[in-house]
């Protein structure tokens, strides 16, 4: 008998699970897409595959992810073309795709200029700016590795970047890991009038020199994300914990999880996640098609709404769709 190869349709379709609360209002407020032909490519049919699987997802917001730049102009506005790129996408999804976060070097001069074009490319779906703070050194062997500047979270100018999204109403979305935490929390103490957007809950590494420590490296991510929640401009998407980097291993596996076998190893942090910043500040996400190395979306929203069982109905709705709705200003 021949095995799926992992990371293929058919080898996601071994899990496949009757959708949990159909009607649950949903957001998914991170996903990305990559043309045919890339590394990890997820197009718009992928995608729309993919949020009429059986669950109410209503929206979506793309995040940056360093595609369909522009080939020629000033080098600054090169980013602009993903926006470009995705606008045309969402008016070819029917209303799917309600909002774009773009990138940007925060730390430019000529910041607003990128800024402008950015909201005029986005034909009036772009929300704010991803220039994310993750850094790894080549040894961690890292599958997906940042290569942020170091010290980008106190350099001046990027503060005041981050500062000046807050002035023009945008958000600052982030992605960092775990031994990062110091950084994202001396920046929000530094922007408090910007809504930060932690991705990832921060992204606890499970792989080299990480690997045999998810006990330890748990209980200190505890700690940092009590701290983090004390600042009142951070809000935190819950998601994207299922990436190779994450050490879970499922991407390697004969078969993906079960969202029953999902809940049993991540709930923990997506519990602390609720506790520590409220419903009201928390969003789930997908994170795919990076997540979708790893399962299903069927799947994986199905252990979402496991995960928020135990919450009220408005809690849920917060967590699925309300909170992701008022920071992107969708409604």
Known sequence: MSIAAPGTEAWRAQVAEPVIDPDQRIIDPHHHLWPTGGVLPYTLDDLLADVRCGHRVEHTVFMECRT?????????????????????????????????????????????????????????????????????????????????????????????????????????????????AHELLALARAVPDTVIVLDHLCTPIGIGRFADQRDAIFEQWKLDMVEVARCENVVAKLGGMAMPDNGFGWHTAERPPTSDEFVAVQGRYYAHMIECFGADRCMFESNFPVDRMSLSYGVLWNALKKIAKPCSPDERAALFAGTASRVYKLA
């Not at 990138?103 to 005029?120: I, M, N, S």
């Open 68 to 180: 369909m730049y522009r080939a020629d102009g000033p080098a600054h506005l090169a980013p602009v073309g993903e926006t470009e790129f995705v606008a045309a996408a969402a008016e070819q999804s029917g209303g799917v795709i309600a909002g774009i976060v773009g990138h940007a070097d925060l730390r430019l001069a000529e910041l607003d200029e990128v800024l402008d074009a950015h909201v005029e490319a986005g034909r009036g779906l772009f929300r704010g700016i991803r220039d994310a703070l993750c850094r790894a050194d080549p040894s961690e062997g890292l599958m997906i590795r940042g290569g942020a500047p170091a010290g980008l979270f106190e350099d001046p100018a990027f503060r005041a970047g981050v500062k000046r999204l807050g002035d023009r109403g945008f958000t600052y979305d982030t992605w960092q890991y775990h031994f990062q």
